[in-house]
Structure formats: C-alpha cells, structure tokens
C-alpha cells in the first residue's frame, strides 16, 4: 500500500511539473519571436541601432 501511494504521488508531482515546464517553455518561445521579429523590423527599416540591439 505505501509502495502504491508513492507512485501515485510521484506521478502527480511529475505531472505538475511538467504542466509549469510546459507553460515557461511557451512563455519563452512567445519572448524569444518577439525578439526576432523585432530583429527584423529592424532591418528592413535599416535601424541599426535596432538590428543591434536585437543582438
């Protein structure tokens, strides 16, 4: 039985984990496109200073 409640509860823990994993990761990507269409704005509009800022 205690072998069986630590299962359950390390699965549980590991499904949290990898839910708050999960949520930072796209949080990341939503930063990082961010940054790279700024880059890119940058230099289409030949900013330099914008193109190296987004260095």
Known sequence: MSTLRSLI??????????G???????SDQDE???LYQGWIR???SSDIDGYVGGL
């Open 9 to 18: 509860i390390t699965s549980l823990t590991a499904l949290l984990l990898t």
């Open 20 to 26: 708050i994993s999960n949520s930072t990761a796209a």
């Open 32 to 34: 990082i496109l961010a």
């Open 42 to 44: 940058a230099v289409e």
